[in-house]
């Protein structure tokens, strides 16, 4: 923010835009044939869905909010209707 003077929202909106990138060149990369197994693929982007799940609204490891709770709860807690 310093070195470009821009606003703390103005960073946040670059940085997010290259999360949504990011996102998109790991969808792309998981579609395309590979010789690695699908089940070490699939550990490696379950994790990195957890850490946005965790800090997309700020650090939800450290300061657990709703958001993360919630998630938790419907995850493990609350039965799926059928």
Known sequence: MEEYGVTAQEA???FNKHVESAWKDVNQELLKPTEMPTEVLNRSLNLARVMDVLYR?????????????GGITSLLIEPIAL
């Open 57 to 69: 609204e700020g650090d939800g490891y450290t300061y657990v909010g709703k958001a993360a709770k």
């Open 12 to 14: 946040y909106d670059v």
